[in-house]
């Protein structure tokens, strides 16, 4: 007996180690040795430990850091209600990122998503997202950047991690809830932290993780941060915002700390405030100077509001701080390139590359950049790398869809139709793709497929003025003024300052007004 | 007959309110024109929706035979975009008076819209016969005829509007006749009435001056491009033209100030970032150039003379496998033109692809029958090979060109090229003295000889690494002149948003990293 281990100790070095199963499988050993099986023992203190270590262990295994996760669903979104401004003032509101634009190149260089922004360097969940106006455009953006559904709540993901707590115990569920005394748990901080994680994280019960955390931070007479904080994000859940937001605004008088910032960044969003959002964050920074999630926020924030030369600062201080910023280095790195410097950003990309970023989006950025630096021998390398890492249909129509266009940029039009063909064979709605298609077909005269291309496109995308704007020239060549009036109108909404689509509407507004 | 003409010049819908009280007038109807009057009234001042309204309620006291107010509610469609509701509520209207012309102008007008150009002129014709002097009717039925390629016919109904009234739009329709089927010379009379007819249109200025610009009669076209520019100094192509042509006089200056304007009301604009990056190749400022017509080729990929100018710069900077990508994608777009075989040749020279550069050459000579250039760029890569022979048929058909042109025009050449014609002439003659003193068996002379061929032997090389730095000096120096005809011949791309939009963005995909996990 002597020569063995503590059983306690290797339970925590499992921990660090984050081999939470066995941690767990171990505590659970000890458990069994003691006469209350199903909640520790008040006067032996190894117990605790081991019933404190085996509740932090099955939570770990199901945890997710809440900061950055935050999708949105079409229930949040549509019968949204947290808005105060229904109509905001410009510049104030992540409705309306049509309007703000602002120190960035137009949508004529850089094309915008589906909700109305220009294209980042950076894929996240909340930049896929606008506010869409329709249902059917709800259902057509897609939400993830792994899937091309959309989240109808999201309150039913958070429903589906917690089947996996019925597979970690045949014997049960490790501690019952329904017959559980909170009042006597909140009056034990050490234990009830624990518990409380575990009831919110592992057993996905907001309401009775809520009901703990408002006795335990009644026990303690409101002075730990620790508990507000928790409340918080227990409200954020349940979807009572202003209540989270005193929770965090109490638990910032009492501590400052950087989760606590970005929490309440979050409801500020949510809320569709923008402008607290950043003043928030700014406040934050001046606690903590060169904070890099602080730094990261506030550049999020003015992408959305689509102040592209706003965001870009922000992250370039972001990068004075970590050097090794992804987020930072790619989103730097495409904003170089749609300002005409494909040479600084291929510089961007050859870092992420050096630091071990190695997927489809880098290669195919890397050689667009080759290309348009004139580093021609680099570019047909990167594009078939990029085609061999492809993970999925969607990424292979990407990389088909650029080489297209290199390919009409060295002139050869055979070889685009067949790249722009192999995209659409790769993925049916690539819009661009039926758009770039439709115009090599009129350049070799055949009018009427171009046509079926372009009214295709229109469909696919009603937020590219390109499609419609195209159908609308095509048809007026040929007369037919009605179907490129409502192309035209169509093309001005996706694109006000288009000085082309402003002209044609003028000229058939003039074949309507005369006899 | 004069209250009818009056009537002809009003807006439509007061010209049929004047004509049918006249008609209508018996008392036993009196209930169907009752709200007519205030239909009128609405309708002029734009208030659609309450017109809208008291046509609703018109039509159901009247059981849909109010035939004014189906009449306005069909041009509300028309005004809304909804062609075929109004093709509809117009025959109807057809329906209720046969007799009236007013009606089957509109039906025709409407088939016209929808694109079914072959029933809008049919129901022209029917309504042609109610109504022989009306010039709507002609200038209408020229339209359709256009759209349907008969410009023979559309020619003839043009000129009878003409006689009838004359109005800027039918003059317009006929230049534009005659540019289709490229007559350049009744293009610019018919323009040049329009201009007597109406001085002050901008359109009709513009266009002849640009007319005018592609006949090389320059003095002409600057003092239309002015007079339009007087009338509206923000006139996009104007500026673009008379740029251009303030290019050619190497004017650059005056010629950025002038894009400066349309840069700002404009900013996508490929002709104007092509014209722009010229003005900066024509100030040597060559970074400036090539970052303006990069950005031009992006927004207009498929445009050959933006991947000439690029291909140029980029033999000027010395970056000749630049040059030869741009070149070969500009052949790619424009398979025909000599000169861009030429530059062509002088890259791979430059990139010592000397068996390509031939190739290019003979293909340039090929293609090329008036610029004296590509033969003498021709010449000096075959003396430089020491194919002497060959390149003295080269220099005289040179000579032949140059000799054309000095007949034809007062163009006068480069100085860079005239010295580089010169030298080469010097070099090959001294080839010539060589083969001429050989026969010569005096022994005094015999010296002679020897002195000669020395001199000779130690010419050829320098005049080799001359001859080859000047051949590219040249090349690009004469495209300066070039650059600017370039430049002079883009008022053309002005038309460009008339062609379908390529997709001009290129859409990099984003580079998804996966996030690492925050530990708390």
Known sequence: MGSEMEPLLRAWSYFRRRKFQLCADLCTQMLEKSPYDQEPAPDLPVSQAAWILKARALTEMVYIDEIDVDQEGIAEMILDENAIAQVPRPGTSLKLPGTNQTGGPTQAVRPITQAGRPITGFLRPSTQSGRPGTMEQAIRTPRTAYTARPITSSSGRFVRLGTASMLTSPDGPFINLSRLNLTKYSQKPKLAKALFEYILHHENDVKMALDLASLSTEYSQYKDWWWKVQIGKCYYRLGMYREAEKQFKSALKQQEMVDTFLYLAKVYIILDQPVTALNLFKQGLDKFPGEVTLLCGIARIYEEMNNSSSAAEYYKEVLKQDNTHVEAIACIGSNHFYSDQPEVALRFYRRLLQMGVYNCQLFNNLGLCCFYAQQYDMTLTSFERALSLAENEEEAADVWYNLGHIAVGIGDTNLAHQCFRLALVHNNHHAEAYNNLAVLEMRKGHVEQARALLQTASSLAPHMYEPHFNFATVSDKIGDLQRSYVAAQKSEVAFPEHVDTQHLIKQLKQHFAML | ?520
């Open chain 2, 1 to 520: 007959m004069a209250e009818v003409k009056l009537g002809m010049k009003t807006q439509v819908p007061a010209s049929v309110e004047s004509q049918k009280p006249r008609s209508k007038k018996a008392p036993d109807f009196p209930i169907v024109e009752k709200q007519n009057w205030l239909i009128h009234l609405h309708y002029i001042r734009k208030d659609y929706e309450a017109c809208k309204a008291v046509i609703k309620e018109q039509l159901q006291e009247t059981q849909g035979l109010c035939e004014y107010a189906i009449y306005v509610q069909a041009l509300i469609f028309r005004l809304e975009g909804n062609i075929q509701e109004s093709l509809e509520l117009f025959q109807t209207c057809a329906v209720l008076s046969p007799q009236c012309a007013d009606n089957l102008k509109q039906v025709a007008r409407s088939l016209f819209l929808l694109g079914k150009h072959k029933a809008a002129t049919e129901v022209y014709n029917e309504a042609a016969k109610l109504n022989q002097k009306d010039w709507e009717i002609c200038h209408n039925l020229g339209v359709c005829y256009t759209y349907l390629k008969q410009f023979n016919k559309a020619q003839d109904q043009l000129h009878s509007a003409l006689q009838l009234n004359k109005h800027d739009l039918t003059y317009i329709m006929l230049g534009k006749i005659h540019l289709l089927q490229g007559d350049l010379d009744k293009a610019i009379e018919i323009y040049k009435k329009a201009v007597e007819f109406s001085p002050e249109n901008t359109e009709l200025l513009t266009t002849l001056g640009l007319l005018y610009l592609q006949l090389g009669v320059y003095q002409k076209a600057f003092e239309h491009l002015g007079n339009a520019l007087t009338y509206d100094p923000a006139n996009y192509k104007a500026i673009l033209a008379a740029g251009s042509m303030m290019q050619t006089h190497g004017d650059f200056d005056v010629a950025l100030t002038k894009y400066r304007v349309v840069a700002c009301a404009i900013p996508e604009s490929p002709p104007l970032w092509n014209n722009i990056g010229m003005c900066f190749f024509g100030k040597k400022k060559y970074v400036a150039a090539i970052s303006c017509l990069k950005r031009a080729n992006y927004l207009a990929p498929f445009d050959w003379k933006i991947l000439y100018n690029l291909g140029l710069v980029h033999l000027t900077m010395q970056q000749y496998a630049s040059a030869f990508h741009f070149l070969s994608a500009a052949i790619n777009f424009q398979p025909k033109m000599g000169e861009l075989y030429m530059l062509l040749a002088v890259a791979l020279t430059n990139l010592e692809d000397i068996e390509n550069a031939r190739r290019a050459y003979v293909e340039a000579v090929r293609l090329d029958k008036c610029n004296p250039l590509v033969n003498l760029n021709y010449a000096v890569l075959l003396y430089n090979q020491g194919e002497k022979k060959s390149a003295l048929a080269q220099y005289q058909e040179m000579e032949k060109k140059v000799n054309f042109l000095k007949d034809n025009s007062p163009l006068e050449f480069d100085s860079e090229m005239v010295e580089m014609a010169q030298k080469l002439g010097a070099a090959l003659q001294v080839g010539e003295a060589l083969v001429w003193t050989k026969p010569v068996k005096d022994p005094k002379t015999k010296h002679r000889t020897n002195s000669g061929s020395k001199s000779a032997t130690l010419q050829q090389p320098l005049g080799s690494i001359q001859a080859l730095g000047q051949a590219m000096s040249s090349a690009a120096a004469y495209r300066k002149i070039l650059s600017g005809a370039v430049g002079a011949q883009l008022p053309k791309p002005p038309s460009l948003p008339l062609e379908p939009e390529p997709e001009p963005t290129v859409e990099a995909s984003p580079t998804e990293a996966s996030e690492q996990k925050k530990e708390k």
